[in-house]
């Protein structure tokens, strides 16, 4: 049973930044697409951001020009770096498969907020 492990939340103030991380355990981890999903209170779970294995990307039209997805295969870690925080991305952060094949993580907060 894989296990996705989200780390890097936080409380930053309007236009900062945050780097998320997601170590997956097991050696299969490459052959994946990943992709980073949030909900925020009172919403549905949406993705905002996918990489296939090869390094090809794809994001949210909310996100695109502020969020970089990338991944390192050897350390079955995929990442999420958020530039020009807004308020509306509060939510709680997770990484999953594209479509989410895995056992859901408990996610990583991030909170907006001046």
């Known amino acids: 049973q894989v296990q996705l492990v989200e780390s890097g939340g936080g409380l930053v103030q309007p236009g900062g930044s945050l780097r998320l991380s997601c170590t997956a355990s097991?050696?299969?981890?490459?052959?994946?697409?990943m992709g980073w999903y949030r909900q925020a209170p009172g919403k549905q779970r949406e993705l905002v951001a996918a990489?296939?294995?090869?390094?090809?990307?794809d994001y949210a039209d909310s996100v695109k020009g502020r969020f970089t997805i990338s991944r390192d295969n050897a350390k079955n870690t995929a990442y999420l770096q958020m530039n020009s925080l807004k308020p509306e991305d509060t939510a709680v952060y997770y990484c999953?498969?594209?479509?989410?094949?895995?056992?859901w993580g408990q996610g990583t907060q991030v909170t907006v907020s001046s």
């Open positions: 999953n498969t594209r479509p989410s094949l895995l056992q």
């Open positions: 097991g050696s299969i981890f490459s052959i994946f697409i």
């Open positions: 990489i296939a294995s090869g390094g090809s990307t």
